[in-house]
């Protein structure tokens, strides 16, 4: 039967952003709001993130070239824009069969609690913080924002795209902290305790990678096998600090 898998798929966050390091300096003064006047897709790597997207860049420009991606699909936010242009400049020849910046890879909206801290949600929406510590992360959705499971069902197309029209392809996807958990979720066929532990268990380092390969042994049909998980040795190898920052702000984690 035809392999309708792409033969490996490398999902990857994107640097370590302007946001993430205004976040940080909002949480230590336990303030209420983050200091960042961009919107959320507006908000540019750093320096420490540009010099991170650099090295993964050179770790995939390193592979072999019938290994390394020739498909690379992109949150549209600025921030991941930036990481898979680095990358894709690192690699060079020979060309990419495509590049999509894909608005379904875009970081889950936050709604009204956008660039709040913890503390800024539990000063300002207290009722709306016991809610969310109620229900938790997976199904929890702030007004005008989206849940876990609201992203977990924009992710299910692109997997039908990636099917479609990439099968037996090499998929870069670079995205954001929750795309990555919730791609974990659809590709190992996890439940929501599962995954969240994953999550309580550490946040997804940014230009980590997370990889599946193709096993046409595995299954009926064979199927995609996690190779890598939240893998930074590019970074560590190249003497760059690696960063777990968050990208926005959440209630702490059920």
């Known amino acids: 039967m035809e392999q309708k898998w792409p033969q490996e798929i490398w999902l990857v966050?994107?640097?370590?952003?302007?946001?993430?390091?205004?976040?940080d300096a909002a949480e230590a003064a336990a303030g209420h709001l983050i200091d960042?006047?961009?919107?959320?897709v507006d908000v540019?790597?750093?320096?420490?993130?540009?010099e991170q997207s650099h090295a993964l860049g050179d770790w995939f420009a390193a592979l072999p070239d019938a290994s390394r991606p020739?498909?690379?699909?992109?949150?549209?936010?600025?921030?991941?824009?930036?990481?898979?242009?680095?990358?894709?400049?690192?690699?060079?020849?020979?060309?990419?069969?495509?590049?999509h910046a894909d608005e379904r890879v875009r970081e889950k909206e936050f709604g009204i609690l956008d660039r709040l801290t913890t503390f800024g949600i539990k000063h300002k929406y207290a009722?709306?913080?016991?809610?969310?510590?109620?229900?938790?992360?997976?199904?929890?959705?702030?007004?005008?924002?989206?849940?876990?499971?609201d992203v977990i069902l924009r992710l299910r197309s692109v997997l039908d795209t990636i099917t479609r029209e990439y099968a037996g392809e090499r998929v870069l996807i670079v995205?954001?902290?929750?795309?990555?958990?919730?791609?974990?979720?659809?590709l190992e066929r996890l439940d929501e305790a599962s995954i969240l532990a994953y999550d309580r268990a550490g946040?997804?380092?940014?230009?980590?990678?997370?990889?599946?390969?193709?096993?046409?042994?595995?299954?009926?049909?064979?199927?995609?096998?996690?190779r890598l998980t939240n893998f930074v040795a590019p970074?560590?190898?190249?003497?760059?600090?690696v960063t777990v920052q968050k990208d926005v702000p959440a209630a702490p984690k059920a």
Request: glycine content about 10%.
């Open 235 to 241: 970074l560590e190898a190249a003497g760059t600090p």
């Open 203 to 226: 946040d997804v380092p940014n230009c980590a990678v997370t990889s599946y390969a193709f096993d046409a042994s595995q299954g009926k049909h064979g199927k995609l096998v996690l």
């Open 70 to 99: 020739n498909v690379v699909l992109h949150s549209p936010y600025v921030r991941a824009a930036e990481t898979a242009r680095i990358i894709i400049e690192k690699m060079g020849d020979p060309p990419l069969l495509a590049i």
């Open 13 to 23: 966050r994107h640097g370590q952003s302007a946001g993430n390091v205004a976040r």
């Open 127 to 149: 009722e709306l913080y016991e809610q969310r510590q109620h229900v938790g992360k997976f199904y929890f959705r702030p007004p005008g924002g989206e849940s876990w499971c």
């Open 44 to 50: 540019p790597l750093s320096a420490l993130g540009v």
């Open 36 to 40: 960042i006047a961009e919107r959320d």
């Open 175 to 186: 995205g954001h902290q929750v795309t990555v958990n919730c791609f974990r979720y659809l």
